[in-house]
């Protein structure tokens, strides 16, 4: 699940890296925001993932 997880976030921050690339001007960096934002939800989950008590309130 952790390997999952650190690939999804990495991935989806290589990706808007690699669409962003071949853009130019505020387009490229449009795209590779797009990817930063993408890896947010991992991010959550991943933290999620390390540090279970975190939801246990909800």
């Known amino acids: ?5 650190l690939l999804w976030l990495f991935g989806s921050i290589v990706v808007g890296y690699y669409e962003g690339v071949s853009e130019v001007g505020h387009v ?3 795209k590779l925001c797009r990817g930063i934002l993408g890896a947010v939800p991992p ?3 991943f933290i999620l993932f390390l540090f279970p008590p975190m939801y246990q309130d909800f």
């Open 1 to 5: 699940m952790l390997t999952l997880l």
């Open 28 to 30: 490229k960096l449009a």
């Open 43 to 45: 991010i959550v989950q």
